[in-house]
C-alpha cells in the first residue's frame, strides 16, 4: 500500500529527510536535533510491569507515506485507504455530515483527510493536521509546543520530538464552545514502521470542545513502534472532554507481532477549568501510558475514566498522575481493569497535592477482574498529601468472574461467553457511559471481541 517510506534506522540524515520531505521551516529542524542530541543521552525506561526483549531502533522506518501525492480533497485519496476507514465505521465523507462528527485521518506519516474545515473556520475554530500548523499557525504552535510535554520528559518524548511526523492541531477561540465532535482516527499501516504523531490542543479562555482519538493497525508478524505525544492547555474557564480507542494490533497468541505503544499524555489546566480523560484500551502488545493532569489553577478540576482490557500475551501498565497545584482543586480516578488469558496488567498512579494546594481533594478507585488463564492485575498507587486541608481516598479491588453470575445467566440460556461478556460490559458500564454517544456502541463491541481474541 505504501508508495514511500525512508530506509531503517535513525540519525541526522532520517531527521533531515524528514524535515525536508515534510518542507518545513528552519527552525522545526532546530527543534527536532536538539531533540534528537537529548535522545542519545537518556536510557530507556524498564520500571514497568512487563518485561520485553530489547528494542532496535534501528530497526524501524522513521517515515512512510501512503501516497506520493498529499490529496487537495476526498476525492484525491486513495480508494483503499477510504475503504479501511468505512471498514471502521469512521465518516471520512462529507456525505455523513449527519454524524455531527469532524473527522481528521492520519496513515503512517501523513494526514490523508481533514473533514469540516471550512465551516469550523467561520467559528475561528482550527482543526487540521500537525504538519499544516507548523505552516500556518506558527505562533500557536510555538508558544505552546512543548509546554506541557517538554523534550527531556521522558525518553519516548524525545524520541517523538526528534522524529514527529503528522497529527492534530485544535485551537477553540475564547467562549466558543466547538459545535460538533473532533476526531482523530490513526492506522499505522506499513510493515516495520514507527508512527510518532503529536496532538496540541489549545481551549482559549471560556471555551469548550468534545475530542475523540481512535487508532488501529493491521496484523504483522513484526513489530511496530508508536510513540504519540498529546499537549493539552485547558485556558481560563475552559472545558475539554478527550476520549481515546485504543485498537492497534495486539499480536498473536505467543506474543508474535503487535505493537509497542508508549505514549505520553498531559493537560496543564488554568483557573477554573475542566478536563476529563475517556479511554478504552484493548489493543497493543505493551502499553506504557498514563494520561494526566497538571491542576494548576484555582478552582481546577480534572478526571480520569479508563477501561484496559488485555489477552493472550498483552502485557499493560496504565494509569494516571493528577498534579494539584492550585487551591480548591479536585480530581477523580475511576479505572477498570480487565486482564484474560495470559496477559499481564498494572494500574498505575500518582496523586500529588501541593502544600500551596489548600482545600483540594482526590477519590480514586480502581478495579481488576480476572478471567481464566494465567493473568495479572497489580496495582501499585503512589500518594503525596503535603498539608492538612486537603483529602485522598484510595480504593482498589481484584476478584475473578463471579461463578454464581456466570453459572445463573449459562441457566438463562447463554453460553459461557456470552455470560462473560455482559458480565464485563457490566463491569465497565459507568466508564463506557462517559464516551460520546457516537462511539459508547463501538466500544462495547471492541470489548466483547477482546474477549474473544479474535481483535
Known amino acids: 500500500m505504501n508508495s514511500f517510506k525512508l530506509p531503517n534506522g535513525i540519525n541526522e540524515d532520517t531527521i533531515r529527510a524528514i524535515s525536508r520531505i515534510k518542507n518545513e521551516s528552519s527552525w522545526v529542524l532546530d527543534f527536532r536535533l536538539k531533540a534528537y542530541q537529548t535522545w542519545l543521552k537518556m536510557e530507556e525506561p524498564h520500571w514497568a510491569e512487563f518485561n520485553y526483549e530489547p528494542i532496535d531502533y534501528s530497526s524501524f522506518s522513521y517515515f512512510a507515506l501512503p501516497q506520493k501525492k498529499q490529496p487537495k480533497n476526498l476525492e484525491e485519496v486513495d480508494p483503499r485507504i477510504l475503504k479501511i476507514y468505512q471498514e471502521l465505521g469512521i465518516p471520512l465523507n462529507e456525505r455523513e455530515k449527519l454524524s455531527g462528527i469532524a473527522v481528521d485521518a492520519v496513515v503512517d506519516s501523513q494526514s490523508v483527510a481533514t473533514t469540516y474545515k471550512d465551516e469550523l473556520k467561520k467559528l475561528g475554530i482550527v482543526f487540521c493536521s500537525f504538519s499544516e500548523a507548523l505552516k500556518e499557525h506558527k505562533d500557536l504552535v510555538q508558544k505552546y509546543m512543548n509546554s506541557v510535554v517538554t523534550v527531556n520528559d521522558n525518553f519516548f518524548s524525545a524520541l517523538n520530538a526528534a522524529v514527529f511526523s503528522d497529527g492534530t492541531f485544535i485551537y477553540i477561540p475564547k467562549g466558543v464552545k466547538c459545535p460538533i465532535e473532533l476526531s482523530t482516527y490513526f492506522r499505522l499501516d506499513a510493515e516495520k514502521t514507527g508512527q510518532f504523531e503529536r496532538t496540541l490542543i489549545i481551549a482559549d479562555e471560556g471555551s469548550e470542545l468534545s475530542y475523540l482519538e481512535g487508532c488501529s493497525a493491521p496484523s504483522y508478524d513484526e513489530r511496530q513502534l508508536h510513540c504519540g505525544i498529546v499537549e493539552i492547555v485547558a485556558l481560563k474557564n475552559s472545558k ?41 484500551e484493548v489493543g497493543s502488545l505493551y502499553t506504557w501510558k498514563y494520561p494526566s493532569c497538571i491542576l494548576k489553577g484555582d478552582n481546577s478540576k480534572g478526571e480520569f475514566y479508563s477501561v484496559t482490557l488485555t489477552n493472550k500475551m498483552q502485557a499493560a501498565d496504565t494509569g494516571t498522575k493528577m498534579i494539584h497545584i492550585g487551591k480548591n482543586t479536585t480530581s477523580n480516578i475511576i479505572a477498570k481493569g480487565i486482564s484474560v488469558g495470559n496477559s499481564n496488567q498494572t494500574y498505575r498512579s500518582l496523586v500529588k497535592i501541593a502544600k500551596a494546594a489548600t482545600n483540594s481533594h482526590n477519590q480514586t478507585k480502581c478495579d481488576g477482574i480476572l478471567v481464566g488463564g494465567s493473568n495479572k492485575n497489580n496495582t501499585v498507587p503512589v500518594i503525596e498529601n503535603n498539608n492538612n486541608s486537603s483529602s485522598v481516598t484510595h480504593e482498589a479491588t481484584t476478584s475473578k468472574v463471579d461463578t454464581r453470575k456466570l453459572n445463573y445467566l449459562q441457566s438463562k440460556g447463554m453460553s459461557e461467553d456470552e455470560a462473560i461478556s455482559l458480565i464485563i460490559n457490566g463491569f465497565c458500564k459507568n466508564i463506557i457511559d462517559q464516551l460520546p454517544n457516537e462511539f459508547a456502541f463501538e466500544a462495547k463491541q471492541l470489548i466483547n471481541v477482546a474477549l474473544s481474541g479474535k481483535l
Not at 492497534?248 to 496543564?268: L, M, P
Open 240 to 280: 475539554v472532554f478527550y476520549s481515546t480507542v485504543q485498537n492497534w494490533y495486539s499480536g498473536d497468541e505467543k506474543g508474535k507481532g503487535g505493537i509497542y505503544n508508549f505514549v505520553t499524555k498531559r493537560a496543564i489546566l488554568e483557573e477554573n477549568t475542566y478536563v476529563k480523560w475517556t479511554q478504552l
